[in-house]
């Protein structure tokens, strides 16, 4: 993958995933979440219009990456939310706790209008299956399915 492309889509047996590249942790991370709502709408349509923030919690940088995704498709089903804008704003490795490592980020989207970006499908969750987070030259990289 080109290092300035953000995400790939790949294709998967039933289900989608996303390939994705960031510089360190934090850009992976938001650019895995852009990668995913892309899959869901054309995100030039949305409008970050709505403000949020999430505090996430994982044992690793896998567990920390599903958990991240996870709540940002519970806050879109839930919320009947679309998010367009990730920053990370916090990202760190707890020591002498059972959750090692924490995430901050702001986000930002709009109410699903289903007339303006009708939605392609709908994701369920984020797996777990072959999710790793991959230290390589130049960054990080990381390649998740999504259950649709």
Known sequence: MAKNKRFEVIEHT???GIKVHGNNV????????LG???LLTDL???KPELKFEINVDGSDREDLLANWLNDLVYLHTSKGIVLCEFNVT???KIKNRSRQFSLTAELAGQK???DRTPMRFEIKAATRH???VAKEVGGYSTRVIFDI
């Open 112 to 114: 699903m209008d289903f």
């Open 44 to 46: 030039k349509k949305i």
């Open 90 to 92: 916090s990202y760190r």
């Open 36 to 38: 995913m709502f892309s």
């Open 26 to 33: 934090p850009e992976l991370f938001e650019n895995t979440a």
């Open 130 to 132: 072959e999710l790793s």
């Open 14 to 16: 039933a289900d989608i």
